[in-house]
């Protein structure tokens, strides 16, 4: 599947094949991190996961859609290191 450029490039905008599209993705990475913070309110927490969740949490804290984010974050280099803050509900960036 990395091999074919096209399919590539499908993903990149609308999910993998067989897969959750993007906007699934998000969904799903919001409300996991919201609840985060219930479950440890006060603390801190670290969360290790791929560029998908990241881009997901990002885009989000920014207001961003995924095409949005594709254009104004970029690529997301391998072991990229970002802070989040939850305040009122909502995900910010703190970094």
Do not use: M, Y
């Amino acid at each position: 599947i990395l091999r074919d450029p096209e399919t590539v490039e499908v993903a990149w905008h609308t999910g993998w094949p067989n897969g959750e599209t993007h906007d699934e993705l998000g969904a799903r990475v919001l409300p996991a991190l919201l609840e985060l913070e219930r479950l440890h309110l006060g603390e801190t927490v670290l969360g290790i996961t791929h560029a998908g969740p990241i881009r997901a949490a990002l885009a989000a804290a920014a207001g961003l859609t995924h095409e949005e984010s594709r254009a104004q974050i970029g690529p997301l280099e391998n072991c990229v290191v970002f802070r989040f803050a939850i305040a009122g509900g909502k995900l910010e960036r703190i970094d």
